[in-house]
């Protein structure tokens, strides 16, 4: 069975940081695309940023409202995403998913159960 | 960067009644077009993707249509299972952009 965990959600101050992480299972990790996309309270959803596959040497994009401050990262030896996430802003506030990206038709599926973060003073 | 518009944002219907929400995309997007499914306090899934194909274990009430610029997801006989916001996606260009939401009521 597949299955996506996330953890590492806090309340953090801006300007803080935060890494998040997704513990995987089920799949062979390194074959795959992982995003996150995240969710603001009672809004709609934000796709984050994807980190490649071993085959595309686990390149990375950015959504343009974190690039330059969140970076997505790969434990392969222990199949583990990360988001590390620098310079956080209130508008960060949100639930972060971890999926899995299909990468010929770029769906999500499926979803970990989310980590709420909580950027405020 | 793409910008996905759905409509209505919610709807109200009764148990047994066809349900249909439309999403239309600022540029064509030929069929990379998926749906999500996401229930109260739950993560999203994926329901429909390529447009028209309902993911494996998806009820056969789901059905999905269109292409370019406009698309359909249809709830044939409503469920009470199937209180949810449901959400389209596109898939042709990065970033990948989801709708606002439609929130369906019973």
């Known amino acids: 069975e597949v299955q996506l965990v996330e953890s590492g959600g806090a309340l953090v101050q801006p300007g803080g940081s935060l890494r998040l992480s997704c513990a995987v299972s089920?799949?062979?990790?390194?074959?795959?695309?992982m995003d996150w996309v995240r969710q603001a309270p009672e809004k709609g959803l934000e796709w984050v940023g994807r980190?490649?596959?071993?085959?595309?040497?686990?390149?990375?994009d950015y959504a343009a409202s974190v690039k330059g401050r969140f970076t997505i990262s790969r434990d392969e030896s222990n199949n583990i995403l990360f988001l590390e996430m620098n310079s956080l802003k209130i508008e960060d506030t949100g639930l972060y998913y971890c999926?899995?990206?299909?990468?010929?038709?770029?769906?999500?599926?499926?979803w970990g159960q989310g980590t709420l973060v909580t950027v405020s003073s | 960067d793409i910008q996905m518009t759905q409509s209505p944002s919610s709807q109200s219907a009764s148990v047994g009644d066809r349900v249909t929400i439309s999403c239309r995309a600022s540029q064509g997007i030929i069929r990379f077009l998926n749906w999500y499914q996401q229930r109260p306090g739950k993560a999203p899934k994926l329901l429909i993707y390529?447009?028209?194909s309902l993911k494996s274990g998806v009820p056969l009430r789901f059905s999905g249509s269109g292409s370019g610029t406009d698309f359909t997801l249809t709830i044939n006989s409503l469920q009470p299972e199937d209180v949810a916001t449901y959400y389209c996606q596109q898939g042709l260009s990065p970033p990948w952009t989801f709708g606002q939401g439609t929130k369906v009521e019973i």
């Open positions: 390529g447009a028209s």
């Open positions: 980190s490649k596959n071993n085959a595309n040497r686990y390149g990375t």
């Open positions: 999926t899995r990206g299909d990468m010929m038709n770029n769906w999500f599926d499926p």
């Open positions: 089920g799949f062979i990790f390194s074959d795959y695309y």
